[in-house]
């Protein structure tokens, strides 16, 4: 099967790699142990999948906001803000 | 603490996943892969990195000036379309007959324009607004109003956000009026019994009455108009200059006016990420409403 056309490289197939295990890992603490809703600091009702959805998209805006402000500055800042970012989502949202 | 759900019923979506899969992730990943390289055809890439993703938000370049241009017109059309069709909305659906053969008339005539396909509105507009022909066009010309759409950049944007008003308001109105017929009667006895005018009942009890409704409205609003192409493009076609180019209309004249794939694909996800946001508020704005409902019956 050609591919070409999807312009493959290693970086967006490493990106795309983790993001699948991470719903992977997420499906089977979810068979594991079922989602339930709890009310955070956001005064919704999340689930662990909704935290994890806050996360992601919280993180892309974490690093387009770097790229804008931080200039040349190394992207892994960005990611390890997002981590944070993520870690609080997980334990208050 | 909620009782946990029984999750197996996930597995009868699979067939949907997949068909996703093809027709939404399988692109997505492409364009992915687009915004970190560029192209000049023949399926040969030159990786780019992050360029474009720089380049599109840093105002100082061309092609970030570009996006934020197409971004400000494309929110302020959104606001635009807003601020007319919410409060146009509430008043005619205020107006709207509450019995007799009026309210089936009233409905079907409001949801006509609904019905209506967006090409087919962009067309009815475009001859309607024209100088020569048209009867919008014609009869503000007539009347000594220089009009015309194509080359005055205020009279092409009157022009495509009377169209969404025209296009849409019914929507608006549609949702406010089983709005406010979900209000009981008891409210409307008990505003009689205190002697409030028709302004204190809108005030104290309509208004808040709709407040769930009007999220709604206002959200499928705003991410309607903040991802419109085809009317504004049969009407305009993004011009006159860049004058009504929103965000939409600039992405395909990148992706396929100049071939500038990879260039495309980083505005297109950023776009992307945006709508998605609103998405989620919109999501989380009703499903809150549909908790609470829950809650208060239980």
Redesign the interface.
């Known amino acids: 099967m050609d591919l070409s056309w999807m312009a493959w490289t290693w970086p967006s197939a490493l990106f795309f790699g983790l993001f699948l295990a991470v719903l992977l890992v997420m499906t089977l603490l979810a068979l594991r142990w079922p989602e339930t809703e709890r009310i955070g600091i956001l005064r919704l009702p999340t689930t662990r999948g909704d935290r994890l959805f806050l996360t992601l998209l919280g993180a892309a805006f974490i690093h387009l906001g770097w790229l804008a402000l931080a200039g040349e500055a190394p992207l892994w800042g960005a990611s390890l803000l997002s981590l944070l970012f993520g870690a609080a989502m997980f334990r208050w949202a | ?7 197996r019923a996930w597995l009868l979506v699979l067939p949907v996943v997949a068909l996703v899969a093809f027709s939404a992730l ?1 692109p997505v ?2 364009v ?3 915004s ?2 560029d ?1 000049f055809g023949n ?1 040969v ?1 030159f ?1 780019n990195g ?1 360029g474009w ?2 380049d599109l ?2 105002p100082a370049t061309e092609f970030g000036g570009r996006f934020r241009g197409a971004l400000w017109r494309t929110l302020l059309f959104s606001a635009l379309c807003l601020l007319i069709e919410v409060p146009l909305g509430i008043g005619v659906a205020l107006t709207l007959p509450r019995r007799g053969w009026g309210v089936a008339a009233s409905l079907v005539l409001l949801a006509l324009p609904l019905l209506i396909p967006w090409n087919v509105v962009g067309t009815i507009w475009q001859v309607f607004g024209r100088g020569d022909i048209g009867l919008l066009g014609a009869a503000l010309n007539g009347l000594g109003i220089d009009y015309n759409y194509a080359q005055d950049p205020l009279d092409a944007w009157i022009t495509v956000v009377l169209m969404d008003v025209w296009h849409w308001t019914s929507l608006v109105v549609l949702l406010c009026y089983a709005g406010l017929r979900a209000i009981p009667d008891a409210y409307y006895q008990a505003a009689r019994v205190d002697g409030a005018g028709a302004w204190a009942v809108f005030r104290a009890i309509q208004l808040p009455k709709l407040q769930r409704v009007l999220t709604i409205a206002v959200l499928l609003r705003f991410m309607d108009s903040f991802m419109i192409y085809t009317e504004p493009f049969v009407v305009t076609g993004g011009g006159p200059g860049n004058a009504t180019t929103f965000l939409s209309i600039d992405l395909v004249k990148i992706a396929l006016g100049q071939f500038d794939l990879g260039k495309a694909a980083a505005m297109s996800i ?1 776009y992307n ?1 945006i709508v ?2 609103v998405c ?1 508020i919109f999501f ?1 704005t009703t ?2 409403g549909q ?1 609470e409902a829950v809650g208060e019956r239980s």
Do not use: E, G
Request: aromatic share 16%; net charge positive; glycine share 0%.
């Open positions: 603490m909620s009782k946990p759900r029984d999750q399988i990943m492409t992915v892969n687009y970190l390289q192209t399926n890439f990786w992050l993703f720089r938000l840093d950023v990420l998605l946001t989620w989380a499903t809150r908790s």
